[in-house]
């Protein structure tokens, strides 16, 4: 069965940081591209992150989290990553995983995350 299984969402202080795992089951996560896109409450879900599955691609990243967040993967653990330190209100979504080669697209459930005082 395929499955993006995605953790590691939960409360944290502004300036603060959270890793988040994004698990596949069912196919190799290192043939896939791997983005990660969060949805704030009453905004449309935006893109965040994405990491290519070409040797020596550099990964992309919105303006709003660039030089904060990290993402990467590990093919051994068939897992992608997205590190985010310097946490502010504004980045409160629920995060989600995609991967996607070709036509093929896979989503996870979302996790959220909530950063807050």
């Known amino acids: 069965q395929v499955q993006l299984v995605e953790s590691g969402g939960g409360l944290v202080q502004p300036g603060g940081s959270l890793r988040l795992s994004c698990a596949a089951s069912?196919?190799?996560?290192?043939?896939?591209?791997i983005r990660w896109y969060r949805q704030a409450p009453g905004k449309e879900r935006e893109w965040v992150a994405s990491?290519?599955?070409?040797?020596?691609?550099?990964?992309t990243y919105a303006d709003s989290v660039k030089g904060r967040f990290t993402i990467s993967r590990d093919n051994a653990k068939n897992t992608g990553y997205l590190q985010m330190n310097s946490l502010k209100f504004e980045d409160t979504a629920v995060y989600y995983c995609?991967?996607?080669?070709?036509?093929?697209?896979?989503w996870g459930q979302g996790t959220q995350v909530t950063v807050s005082a």
């Open positions: 995609n991967a996607v080669f070709g036509m093929v697209n896979y």
């Open positions: 069912g196919f190799t996560l290192s043939n896939y591209r």
């Open positions: 990491s290519y599955n070409t040797a020596g691609a550099t990964a």
